[in-house]
């Protein structure tokens, strides 16, 4: 499957909604709230999708990007917000109302589209579900890097990516930032993350299983 950062829609599915631009760190929805039905299109910049953890600490998800949607499950049925959702930079979006999002469900290509969308993402929850029900910040690591979209891509036994900063991790693995640094440190010693740069990363397959499989016993 395609990676859920492709663009499936444009400003033209939206004719009709106004626009509106936000700064950094703005909340648009809050998780649990029977706000007003709308959905929002990302017309540049990006948001972060977060959910609260049962000790009522904020985990990251996922980021969404330009050219995605989101907030449409309150249009199509959800009674309360499933995630809350911020700004991660100053972000222009569109603001889509019930009867645009109805008027355009009636085409099949959109419906198809906005399934594919909704696929992509209840798979990113799945696989967040996964590495934060490891018990070691080490093993939410090591998922996350075994997991990664880019493996699908490819039969090398090594990827090329650019990994979140250090603060992002501990956010989608709910612990600290100086944790993660700590935690780092033995992916890099074990080879499983080679630096290749100041954003880009080599993951070594063979190398991270054994590292996961070491700490495992």
């Not at 309360?80 to 700004?87: E, F, G, I, L, Q």
Request: hydrophobic share 40%; with cysteine; net charge positive.
């Amino acid at each position: 499957m395609e990676s859920m950062y492709d663009i499936l829609f444009t400003e033209a599915d939206f004719a009709g909604a106004p626009r509106i631009s936000l700064k950094r760190g703005e909340c648009l929805i809050y998780e649990g709230e029977k706000d007003e039905k709308a959905a929002y299109f990302i017309v540049s910049g990006s948001v972060e999708v977060q959910t609260e953890c049962y000790d009522g600490t904020q985990t990251l998800l996922y980021v969404l990007k330009s050219g995605t949607v989101f907030g449409e499950l309150h249009l199509m049925g959800a009674d309360k917000r499933t995630a809350s959702v911020y700004t991660a930079e100053r972000t222009v979006l569109l603001k889509i109302n019930s009867k645009i999002w109805y008027q355009r469900m009636q085409d099949i290509g959109f419906m198809k589209r906005v399934h594919t969308m909704q696929l992509k993402r209840y798979l990113e929850t799945t696989k967040a579900a996964s590495r934060l029900g490891q018990s070691t910040v080490m093993h939410r690591l090591g998922t996350y890097l075994m997991t990664l979209p880019e493996w699908h891509k490819t039969q090398k036994s090594s990827i090329d990516v650019i990994l979140p900063s250090h603060a992002q991790l501990a956010r989608m693995l709910n612990c600290t930032r100086e944790r993660i640094t700590v935690v780092m440190k033995a992916f890099y010693k074990a080879g499983a993350v080679i630096k290749l740069d100041d954003r880009n990363c080599k993951i070594s397959r063979e190398n991270l299983v054994q590292l996961m499989s070491e700490s495992s016993h």
